[in-house]
């Protein structure tokens, strides 16, 4: 009987505690309807779920992005249901909206009323943890003044010194005979390698041939964050889909090896004994690693604000430069607009005042990011009742009311595809159309308002350097890619699934029968090697020892002053280190040379250098009909005084 009691009181306590629970939901709801109304604010449109809790949209936009096409999957419901529309993300109410009003109102005039989203800052913590990107308040503060000194002016230019060396092995991979390569991968590697430069104070090298398996680490890296954009796309639901991925785990493993081993030895190297003798007046270059280092000293907490900067700097950049030269091979005119304005830079040195004041470069880096932007969508949560100034009514002109706890996810694709802004050629790549453009709301690739991303002017110039190195060294980009458009693969970020399939082609790719070609020597190593094709001739210099025996590796440096570039060639057989050698380079039997992978052709074609060949205006040899006739070989002063010692 006391049993049965005790049974009746937990029952009737259950009840009352749930009739409270919904009298004070019912209270809070009249509440904000009042305080909607008194502002003026109506509902938005709502998407028309078949299912509970946002599953039938959650697999709809799964399914989006195996097909490669998720964001247009949202535009078509923008077009569907209007700029602003609400939806239930797993219990979740999340607005919707490309409205430029709205971007304005919760990037910055009312910034302090939204948050990072708690949802998805869970779904993605076993990878990125807590970092600059999740946090708010102080902490987000406190991280964004750790890492603003890498962006100072100062840093910037350091940083296009630096940057060099990464371009140069970057043109140094790629084929210069017409073969087919995927810019993509390569891109990726070079970002890799730089960023790891500035943010861990020495690269991985990923370009050069070391003990370092960067192809291994790219591969977690990317797994990782194909799964936590998975997971951050199903929120609350990521367990029904996700429950289990052994791979996933362990690709963030591999990563998070990665930057423990340079969080260990920063923390060494910064511990406070060591701090105390360090001379403060001599410059030197900010490492974000060993800054955050002398504050942070949590292995772990570090570990997660490094790679916190470290995903976008790898990324971001190298996937807005894939793109870009995604697009230039679909439209080749636009790569000669290029090619032109670099060339008449001459021998300027790219500082960044030279850099800036290319708008054309600049116009074609932004017409990609508007067409195939890495992120298409940035959301937050709204930390206390708040207001959308549009997106409200049948017309989506009146307010919107957002409570506490609301998700606002501002889509920035929408509106990059969107024809009232763009016109009726929106879907065209034409970067003429930001001549004399203002920027709006309406377009925001790095955000705005506190939180915009502070690597902006980095990006930008790193790009454009980039773009102006490989358009001076091919005179033009052809597409190898059987898919004319552009298929996506989101992972974290969005990127091209098929890669950028280019060839690319030197300005003096298309000379192929040189008549001959000597080698000058000093001692027992050979300094230059000469070749000539017709009446003109190209002078290269050897930097080190080479022997006559087949598979001999030359190292040819172009004339200095004339491209900073340098290449590898091999003659695949014994090659004459006489005064001259008779019929064509290729001689008897039709030699191979091989020009970073390229290799002759069928007709005994070479596919020489980067299109960086030097017509020398003086005293040229000449050489009879026959094989037999002396030709007047050039002093070691007379070729040191053209190519440079």
Known sequence: MQLYNASIVIIVVILLSLVQYLYKKWIESRALRAAALERGCQKPHKYPHKLPYGIDLLRARLSAIKAGRYNRLYLEHFQQYGKTWEENLAGTSVINSMEAA?????????????????????????????????????QWKHSRDLIKPLFTRAELSNDVESFKIYVDRFLGQIPCDG???????????LFLDSSTEFI????????????????????????????????????KLRFIFMSSDKKWKSSCEKVHAFIDRHVARALAETRPSDNSR?????????????????????????????LNVFFPARDSTGIALSNALFNLARNPSIWTELREQALALGDQPLTIEVLKALPLF????????????????????????????????????????????????????????????????VEEFRPSRWIGRKFQWDWTPFFGGPR??????????????????????????ENRDPSIKYVEMTKMLTESRNGVKVALFPEYQHLTYLNCFRTLSKGNSTIALILYEDDKELLYMVPHECTDEAEAPLQITSNPNVSKMTH????????????????????????????????????????????????????????ADSGDREATKPTLAEVLDVVGD
């Open 200 to 235: 861990f104070g020495e690269s991985v090298n990923s370009l050069l041939d070391t003990p370092f398996d960067s192809q291994e680490f790219l591969d977690a890296f990317g797994q990782a964050l194909l799964g936590a954009g998975r997971r951050a796309q199903a929120g």
């Open 102 to 138: 709205n971007f304005q109102q919760v990037a910055a005039l009312s910034f302090q009323h939204y948050g990072k989203l708690s949802m998805r800052n869970k779904a993605l913590s076993p990878f990125l943890g807590n970092g600059i990107f999740s946090q708010d308040g102080a």
């Open 179 to 189: 073969t087919t390569v995927d810019l993509q991968p390569l891109l990726l590697k």
């Open 452 to 477: 915009i991303c502070p690597a902006q002017q980095q990006v930008l110039t790193q790009a454009v350097y980039l773009l102006v190195r490989i358009v001076t060294a091919y005179e033009r980009i």
């Open 278 to 306: 360090s001379d403060n007046s001599t410059p030197h270059r900010y490492v974000l690693i060993n800054e955050m280092a002398k504050q942070i000293r949590d292995p772990i907490a570090l570990r997660f604000q490094v």
């Open 568 to 623: 590898s060639l091999r003659i695949h057989q014994h090659w004459n280190h006489s005064r001259r050698s008779k019929g064509t380079l290729f001689g008897q039997g039709r030699s191979k040379i091989d020009c970073s992978g390229g290799e002759a052709d069928e007709a005994g074609r070479a596919k020489l250098g980067m299109g960086v060949r030097r017509q020398v205006d003086r005293k040229r040899e000449t050489f």
């Open 362 to 425: 600049k116009y074609v880096l932004f017409e990609s990011l508007r067409l195939q932007g890495p992120s298409g969508r940035i959301a937050r949560t709204a930390i206390q009742n708040t207001v959308l100034p549009c997106g409200g009514g049948s017309d989506g002109a009146a307010p919107v009311f957002v409570p506490k706890g609301t998700i606002v996810a501002l889509n920035t694709y929408g509106p990059n595809h969107w024809k009232d802004n763009w016109g009726d050629d």
